[in-house]
């Protein structure tokens, strides 16, 4: 399975941006790009995915590079529920693997 | 968003004993689930490929006769872990694929705790 490769750790403050850089050089054409987050004891929560277009939605932003080797997770102001660990992952017919993922410190 | 519970949330079993956990799709029809197991601090692992109506596809080191994963009908898929050992203790995830294989939503979470 293709991989990412994300920070371990990443801090903001509140009511600022935060951009969560993810790399994925290995992937392949139908690989999608997936996010997800999650809280201590409990199950990853879907965030936002693309394929090859930036996308929006109400929780976030998805840049994606032209050549698709690396994305970006923009979380345009952040707040303290905002905190958890996010996860880049390549989605291909719902099997992915999960990366370390990246622990998103929010501070007040 | 589509709806995946597991249950229990949480369990406690005696060493040797098994224990069945649930995973349901609840407005939709899921026939591809998946299983995941999560150790603290650690990212989540998959163990299987749970398919409707067919035999799991276990990951690479997932022993399928200690697991046994049956996924009898479109919304329900079972992991259930035999003779438990307290290294099985661990946060079991299960998600579900939607019908346009885009998008996979994942349940809560079972803690299992084997003591």
């Known amino acids: 399975d293709a991989k990412t490769t994300q920070p371990n750790s990443m801090e903001s403050n509140e009511e600022e941006p935060v951009h969560l850089p993810c790399n994925h050089s290995?992937?392949?054409?139908?690989?999608?790009i997936h996010w997800y987050r999650q809280l201590p004891s409990q199950g990853p929560e879907y965030v936002i995915h693309?394929?090859?277009s930036n996308v929006n939605n109400r929780m976030a932003s998805l840049a994606i590079a032209e050549d698709r080797k690396s994305s970006t997770l923009i979380l345009h102001r952040a707040t303290l529920r905002d905190a958890a660990v996010y996860y880049c992952?390549?989605?291909?017919?719902?099997?992915?693997?999960f990366g370390d993922g990246t622990t998103l410190t929010v501070k007040p | 968003g589509a709806v995946v519970s597991q249950h229990p949330s949480w369990v406690i079993c005696k060493s040797g004993t098994s224990v069945k956990i649930e995973c349901r799709s609840l407005d939709f029809q899921a026939t591809t689930m998946f299983w995941y197991r999560q150790f603290p601090k650690q990212s989540l692992m998959l163990m299987a490929t749970s398919n409707e109506g067919s035999k799991a596809t276990y990951e690479q080191g997932v022993e399928k006769d200690k697991f046994l994963i049956n996924h009898a009908s479109l919304t329900l898929s079972t992991l259930t872990v035999t003779s438990a050992h307290p290294e099985d203790s661990s946060f079991y995830i299960c998600s579900a694929l939607d019908t346009m294989n885009t998008e996979a939503f994942f349940g809560q979470g079972t803690r299992l705790t084997v003591v």
């Open positions: 290995t992937i392949s054409g139908t690989d999608y």
């Open positions: 693309g394929l090859t």
């Open positions: 992952i390549l989605f291909n017919a719902g099997k992915s693997t």
